[in-house]
């Protein structure tokens, strides 16, 4: 049987394509939701600045996750939420957890350095395990004014490599 690993365009369409020769990709479905801002600021009446949420959903089976890949492509600042089962509640339902506060992509908001880097977020760089996860949420931020659509590109998520005692 062959596996898929979806890729999220920056058109904000979905495709898949075989992973067939990464045993470790892990498998998942994108929804991508604009979240509007209003923020206040006296001195620019038009700032706008842009937020986007991108949620990872790996269906009912729970993933360990070990790494996140994509291209960049004019997103400034990533902060990652990730959705599994409360250890704390006696329910056992599912809760979001904050992963990473805030990741910077890139440098100065305003130029293209880093702009359409590639980057890798390892499970390392969290405050919570990515053991046993239901869904990623990434949230995407560009405050400046110069850059009129971002996001990021060829998302990939990698399965969290087991170590074994030899």
């Given at each position: 049987?062959?596996?898929?690993?979806?890729?999220?365009?920056?058109?904000?369409?979905?495709?898949?394509?075989?992973?067939?020769?990464?045993?470790?990709?892990?498998?998942?479905?994108?929804?991508?939701?604009?979240?509007?801002?209003?923020?206040?600021?006296?001195?620019?009446?038009?700032?706008?600045?842009?937020?986007?949420a991108m949620i990872l959903?790996?269906?009912?089976?729970?993933?360990?996750?070990?790494?996140?890949?994509?291209?960049?492509?004019?997103?400034?600042?990533?902060?990652?939420?990730?959705?599994?089962?409360?250890?704390?509640?006696?329910?056992?339902?599912?809760?979001?957890?904050?992963?990473?506060?805030?990741?910077?992509?890139?440098?100065?908001?305003?130029?293209?350095?880093?702009?359409?880097?590639?980057?890798?977020?390892?499970?390392?760089?969290?405050?919570?395990?990515?053991?046993?996860?239901?869904?990623?949420?990434?949230?995407?931020?560009?405050?400046?004014?110069?850059?009129?659509?971002?996001?990021?590109?060829?998302?990939?998520v990698v399965r969290k490599?087991?170590?074994?005692?030899?």
């Amino acid at each position: 049987m062959e596996n898929y690993i979806y890729e999220l365009n920056s058109d904000l369409s979905i495709v898949s394509s075989s992973a067939e020769n990464n045993h470790n990709s892990i498998e998942f479905g994108a929804t991508v939701i604009p979240i509007y801002l209003n923020i206040n600021d006296q001195e620019n009446p038009d700032y706008n600045p842009k937020c986007t949420a991108m949620i990872l959903d790996f269906g009912s089976i729970p993933q360990d996750v070990g790494e996140i890949y994509f291209k960049n492509y004019y997103t400034y600042i990533i902060s990652i939420l990730v959705m599994k089962i409360s250890n704390t509640d006696s329910k056992r339902l599912k809760k979001w957890y904050i992963a990473i506060r805030q990741k910077k992509l890139m440098d100065n908001a305003h130029t293209e350095f880093e702009s359409q880097d590639y980057v890798c977020i390892k499970s390392s760089e969290s405050e919570i395990d990515w053991s046993d996860l239901y869904k990623i949420k990434l949230i995407l931020r560009q405050p400046s004014p110069n850059w009129s659509n971002f996001g990021i590109d060829d998302v990939k998520v990698v399965r969290k490599v087991q170590s074994q005692n030899v």
